[in-house]
């Protein structure tokens, strides 16, 4: 019988010297996905069908070119908001619920190419606008650590299937934080890549000025590394591109970085913080010195710097969405939504201008450090329900929770979250690594250190 928390590489490697079959491994995932997923909420749709047509056209594939496909034989997922030309794309919405794209996002053919097993679509909050997933079309996300608490968003759905073993890789994006958020709340691995490296082709050419990507999400540093090599690469006339790395991403996990400058972000001033979360990332600090790294406190606070300009750009962007009925939506987004509608086409230019300015800032100030770290979240998994407190709050409470990862959206920045133990409640808690910009090979290579050093690969939540 597999191991439903097998590396998506050790099961690629098993798959390859045939010591499993490819039918196998999708009826697996499949099974387990549709006797979990009940429980759970990490689906919006579950795809059976498609899951053994992949097994069957890989099957067909010689020996002699199956490594050639970085996914061969691995069962993924993709997130509800990112187009699928023959599966509904729902956008967790009432007023998309039988969407049907006209083509499939660049990243999903990318992702089918190297040969992937679909199990399904996860479920995210409604156009992707909650750092919680709940309150639209989709199943409220669960966290398998803890059913009453959140799984995260807007990526929440592919964090809960990932921590419950219902896929080895799961496809997220992330607008504020929506890929680290969701790993940081169930104990994966999450990356959010450089601005420039992962295309939204066809369907944007940028979202929300430049500050949401497309990203890998696994339950180790190796498979998120080995997806990004997947997903990474520009097409002709994407407004942004980011440099070639300098090897793969995959060849990054076996370089180890030396005496690297990091620094440790302080509390930020816009959230009451989280005593656990912070000894935690102290601790974590203290690992890397051991490693003979320098880590270094800083008065940096990029929250605080950027908290305005950021959440008026995200209602811009969740605003500019085209709702036929916006009586149908979540009160939650339709509060931001409402929001966003109201800036004027000056206004929305002068803040992006403004957040420009700000985010070259912040950039210039950390300027002398190979990374950072700080927690990715204030505190870990919120309960369902609680985030925000009320509609009419919900800009001004969500920065509180996320003061960490929204700044590196809009310096564009790439920024890990990866599993740093669990409070005394049994909740995950989160460690943050960002590098400097398109820099990913660096703290790729961090994360892999840190890994190392406090393994988690075997630690998994008492589903059953």
Known sequence: MLNPYIEATELREMILKREVKLREVAEFFVAR??????????????????????????EKIPDSERRRYLMFGVPYSIKDLNWTKDIRTTMGSKNFEHFMAPADDE?????????????????????????????????????????????????????SALAAGLGALAQGSDGGGSI????????????????????????????????ATTGPMARTVRDVAAFMDVMAGHVEGDPYWAPDPVCSFRAAVEIAPRNLKIALL????????????????????????????????????????????????????????????????????????????????????????????????????????????????????????????????????????????????ATGQPGFSLPNGHNQAGLPIGLQIVGRQADEVTIIGLARQFEQARPWKDKHPPLE
């Open 180 to 211: 680290r958020i969701p790993a940081a709340c169930c104990g994966v691995v999450g990356l959010k890549p450089a601005r420039g490296r992962v295309t939204a082709a066809p369907v944007a050419g940028e979202a929300w000025a430049g500050f």
């Open 107 to 159: 990243v999903v053919v990318r992702m089918r190419s190297h040969g992937g097993i679909l199990v399904g679509k996860t479920a995210t909050p409604e156009l992707g606008a909650r750092p919680t997933t709940e309150g639209g079309l989709c199943p409220p996300a669960r966290n398998p650590w803890n059913l009453e608490r959140t799984a995260g968003g807007s990526s929440g759905g592919a964090g």
């Open 33 to 58: 996905a549709e006797k979990l997923n009940g429980k759970l909420g990490a689906f919006m749709t579950l795809t059976p069908e498609r899951a053994f047509a992949d097994a069957e056209r890989l």
């Open 266 to 409: 302080p509390r930020s001033a816009i959230t009451r913080g989280d005593p656990e979360s912070e000894a935690a990332t102290e601790a974590a600090g203290k690992v890397f010195e051991a490693m003979g790294h320098h880590v270094e406190p800083v008065k940096v606070d990029p929250g605080a710097m950027l908290r305005d300009v950021c959440m008026k750009l995200i209602a811009a962007g969740v605003g500019s969405v085209p709702v036929p009925k916006p009586e149908l939506m979540d009160p939650v987004v339709r509060e931001l939504w409402e929001a966003g509608r109201k800036i004027s086409a000056s206004e929305y230019i002068l803040t992006v201008t403004q957040m420009h300015n700000t985010a070259r800032q912040v950039v210039q100030a950390l300027g002398a450090y190979d990374a950072i770290i700080s927690p990715t979240l204030a505190r870990p998994a919120v309960k369902l329900g609680t985030l925000p407190s009320r509609p009419e709050r919900y800009l001004e409470e969500l920065p509180e929770w996320i003061p960490y990862t929204f700044p590196f959206n």
